[in-house]
């Protein structure tokens, strides 16, 4: 488990078991011994729209308030919550979520105008999916970096999905991101006005829960709607007129997208259905207590490299006796050098973005470009 997974939160407060025993919660809590297990795919208003017994044969919808006892705990999509009442998802049933389980990951958001502190979008996504035109909007790599220290700080896994290649050549941009680790998919409109490369999208999203970040107009809705048929239906967010889904709401909202056909990428998914969380509006993530080590883990090399550093080496570009450059110096040939070298420009892109621009995203931006 990487150290961003064990970072407390506003709610963990309340859900770290254990105080009073090893026994779980639930047998401390004989008047919710009935409590069922379910996921949160949606928030509007204070009602929580659940999704119970996934993939299961009772699978079904419901609505759900949040029990006082939870005070002012976030509940937010991707979070699995035990819930009792009425959850038959029948019209006018309304159940009470009494308990959030233990998050393995979550994604913030930054401090703001209206609000001062960094709230909880999402929780338990294992990818973060940062979408960008590669014209109209141009890309600003500014945000994809922000993007990418926010998806690896919270230990998830970063794919860049480049789209409009239609419009722009994604080669800059793509080997931008290379030495990073980040993957990469791109997606184009063919010339009947669908989109094209699809299934890479949709192997790289199976049997995993993702979170998709994007400016407006990149073509993010374009994108759910074409990997999600009907999902913006299934939450009730169709536009009356032209029938086509668009994230209307002010918060996330979890989609489930179907199997891709042929084999899932990388190892082991039983399942290759995934989900898909979409996020409105979100400009810019929660990076004010980023920690070094979180940003370093996904650079293996330089990790090891920088362990051996001066104590408290902020290992950036000005940082006296930094190993990491001595490491570029130290390479066996031309080719190596080139390669470290490229590495540690983008791992300090990274921690430059880090530091400092809370909200940056609000005004005109010059691009590093
Ligand atoms: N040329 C081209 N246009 C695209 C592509 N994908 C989406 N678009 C267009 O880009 C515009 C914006 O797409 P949306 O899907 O609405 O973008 P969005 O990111 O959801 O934007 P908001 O709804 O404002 O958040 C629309 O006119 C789309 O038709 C693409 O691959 N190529
Ligand atoms: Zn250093």
Known sequence: MSPGKQRLDESDIRIRPNRRGTRPRTKQRPEHADAITAMVTGVDRGRYTLLIDEGGPDEHRAIAMKARELGRDRVVPGDRVDVVGDSSGDDGSLSRIVRIEERTTVLRRSADDTDAIERIIVANADQLVIVTALADPEPRTRMIDRCVVAGYDAGMDVLLCLTKADLADPTELVAMYAPIGV???VTRRGPGGELEALDDVRRALAGRTSVLVGHSGVGKS?????????????????????????HTSSSAIALRMPAPEGPADGEDRADGAGWVIDTP?????????????NLLAPFGDLA????????????????????????????PDPETSAARA????????????????????NTPERDSR
């Open 281 to 293: 509006g979100v400009r810019s993530f929660g990076l004010a207590h980023v920690k070094l080590e």
């Open 222 to 246: 374009t994108l759910v709607n074409a990997l999600v048929p009907d999902a913006f239906r299934a939450v009730g967010v169709v536009n009356d007129v032209t029938g086509r889904g668009r």
């Open 342 to 361: 490229a590495r540690l420009e983008s791992f300090r892109r990274l921690l430059v973005s880090r530091a400092g621009t809370i909200g940056a995203e």
């Open 304 to 331: 090891g490299v920088a362990q051996e550093c001066p104590r408290g080496c902020t290992h950036a570009d000005d940082a006296p006796d930094c190993l990491l450059d001595e490491w570029v110096a130290a390479s």
């Open 183 to 185: 993957a990469v998919v």
